[in-house]
Nanobody, 122 residues
């Protein structure tokens, strides 16, 4: 009943910027905690940034100052603004959201987006 659709990845030179989007579609009632992870080849998936309800946004050290996570609850959308990108930021980026959904009986589940490729090259 719910899926996350991502957009905004691509190729960029070092120092460039990208804005990733993640839209929750379906019978979404409310998004709770949301976040972005990334996975580089041969590495485990790692947290980039998250927004925790009641606590706000926090970022991993390797993107702090270069990254902004935000959300638009009216549009059921999560954003990740990436600035001053470095080659080591090259990865597949995944959004994640804890979503309450349904049309009568409400359920709650964590969903992952399909991933979007970000490649930073010289």
């Amino acid at each position: 009943q719910v899926q996350l659709v991502q957009s905004g990845g691509g190729l960029v030179q070092p120092g460039g910027s990208l804005r990733l989007s993640c839209v929750a579609s379906g019978t979404v009632f409310r998004m709770h905690d949301v976040g972005w992870y990334r996975q580089s080849p041969g590495k485990q998936r790692e947290l980039v940034a998250r927004i925790t309800v009641g606590a706000g946004a926090d970022y991993e050290d390797y993107v702090k100052g270069r990254c902004t996570i935000s959300r638009d609850n009216a549009k059921n959308t999560i954003y990740l603004q990436l600035d001053n990108l470095k080659p080591e930021d090259t990865a597949v980026y995944y959004c994640i959201a804890d979503i309450e959904y349904g049309t009568g009986f409400m359920q709650r589940q964590t969903y992952w987006g399909p991933g979007t490729q970000v490649t930073v090259f010289s």
